[in-house]
């Protein structure tokens, strides 16, 4: 496995061995053992997955509030997107600081995002598949988010018109939301 860790802290960039053969490939993109092994010790407890059917979907930028703050492990299984973390974390010195990766079927990649960030996507192919682990289940009444294009952000996303729902378009910016993380 190998781990690349990013600006954010905790924020990690993960590949896992993948067999290829004239047959297609195998993965285990999860192993509990091997995961703890290379310090990442999460008890996941949801498998979440969604389908965006247009290219220039986007989603988010989502996070929980405590106690119900949410650990993401994403992956795509097909299709392709630019995928953003955000810092939310108060007393760290990257607040308001983002990444953006891209995760493909192609490139097999994972994205680890701890507890105290904010997390979105903009796919970047049609029927684009995102799957991902949970720490902690869903909770509508803690469910908050910070508004995709929010101007001190300056995300660099990968289109200026991109298809939301209604409730991405109404977040607040960075500056008017709830942080509740220490």
Known sequence: MNIQTTKLEGVLLI???VH???RGFFMESYNKHKFEAAGIIYNFIQDNHSLSVEAGTLRGLHYQLDPKAQTKLVRVVAGSIYDVVVDLRKSS??????IGVILSEANKRQLLVPKGFAHGFCTIESNTQVFYKVD???????DRGIFWNDDDLAIDWPVRTPILSDKDNKHPKLTEAELLFG
């Open 15 to 17: 590949e896992v061995e």
């Open 20 to 22: 290829q053969d004239h």
């Open 93 to 98: 010195p990257t607040l308001g600081q983002w």
């Open 136 to 142: 902690e289940y869903y909770s509508p009444e803690h």
